[in-house]
C-alpha cells in the first residue's frame, strides 16, 4: 500500500452525530473514552485531523511516542498562536490543499492533495495513521476508500441532535457511489458508564 494504514476515533451519540453544531468543543463522553481516546494513540506513526477539529477541540496531538502531528486544511491559514505550535511532541506537518500554507516556525509545509499527502507520510515511514476528525476530514476518506479501521465509541445516553449536525462521515449530504462494509473486530458495552465501545475493520474483497 502506498499510503500508511488509517483508523479513526469518534465518540458518536444515540442519533449518531459527532457534535451537534460543528465548531464546538466536543470533548470525552466519560473518563473511559477519554482512556481510550490515549490508548488508541499509542500505536500511531501519525495523527491527523481537519483544521476545524484542530481549533474546536484545541487539540494539541500529543502522544508517548511522538508520532507525527498532521492539520489538513485547504487555506493553509492557522492561527501560529493556537497550542499546537506552542506544545512539545512530534514533528507537525500541515497540509494546503488548494494554497500552500501559511509559514509557521518548527512546522513542515506541504502543498498538494490529501492523497499525495498520504503517500509523502508514507515515503517518511508512517505506517499507522491515526485520524481523530472531523467529518469533513474522514469524508474526503472515505471517498477515497481509505479508512482500514473505525474506532466508535457509542454514547446511547445523548441525543446531539440537529437536522445539520454531522456525524462521522460530516455533515448530511450526498450520499456515497456504494456502501463500504466493515467487520466488527470489538464488541464492549461498559455498563456504568452506558456506552459502548466498538472497532470494525474495512472488507475488502
Ligand atoms: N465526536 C467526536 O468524536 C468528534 C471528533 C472530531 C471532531 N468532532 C467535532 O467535529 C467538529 C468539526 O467538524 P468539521 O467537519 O469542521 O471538521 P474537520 O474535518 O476537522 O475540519 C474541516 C476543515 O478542515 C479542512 N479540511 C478537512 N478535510 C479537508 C480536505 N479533504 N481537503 C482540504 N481541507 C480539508 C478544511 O480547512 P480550511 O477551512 O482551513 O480550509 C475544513 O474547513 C467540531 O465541533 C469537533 O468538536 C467531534
Redesign the pocket.
Known amino acids: 500500500m502506498d499510503r500508511p494504514h488509517i483508523s479513526l476515533?469518534?465518540?458518536?451519540s444515540a442519533d449518531g452525530r459527532?457534535?451537534s453544531?460543528?465548531?464546538?468543543?466536543?470533548g470525552w463522553t466519560s473518563p473511559a473514552d477519554q482512556a481510550r481516546f490515549a490508548r488508541l494513540r499509542e500505536n500511531a506513526d501519525a495523527l491527523m485531523?481537519?483544521?476545524?477539529?484542530?481549533e474546536?477541540?484545541r487539540m494539541t496531538l500529543r502522544a508517548p511516542a511522538n508520532p507525527l502531528r498532521c492539520v489538513?486544511?485547504?487555506?493553509?491559514?492557522f492561527d501560529p498562536a493556537h497550542p499546537l505550535f506552542h506544545t512539545e511532541g512530534g514533528p507537525i506537518h500541515l497540509l494546503g490543499?488548494t494554497a500552500a500554507p501559511m509559514e509557521i516556525p518548527g512546522t513542515t509545509g506541504h502543498h498538494g492533495s490529501?492523497a499525495d499527502f498520504l503517500r509523502t507520510l508514507r515515503k517518511m515511514g508512517a505506517r499507522y495513521l491515526h485520524c481523530?476528525?472531523?467529518?469533513?476530514?474522514?469524508r474526503?476518506l472515505a471517498e477515497m476508500d481509505a479508512i482500514d479501521e473505525i474506532h466508535l465509541t457509542w454514547a446511547g445516553h445523548r441525543l446531539f441532535g440537529g437536522a445539520t449536525a454531522?456525524g462521522i462521515t460530516?455533515?448530511p449530504g450526498g450520499f456515497f457511489p456504494a456502501s463500504q462494509a466493515y467487520e466488527l473486530t470489538c464488541f464492549e458495552p461498559l455498563e456504568k458508564e452506558g456506552e459502548c465501545f466498538l472497532s470494525y475493520r474495512r472488507q475488502r474483497t
Open positions: 476515533n469518534f465518540a458518536i459527532i457534535t453544531i460543528a465548531g464546538i468543543r466536543s485531523v481537519g483544521r476545524g477539529t484542530l474546536a477541540d489538513v486544511s485547504s487555506a493553509g491559514r490543499t490529501l481523530e476528525g472531523g467529518g469533513t476530514l474522514v474526503a454531522p460530516g455533515a
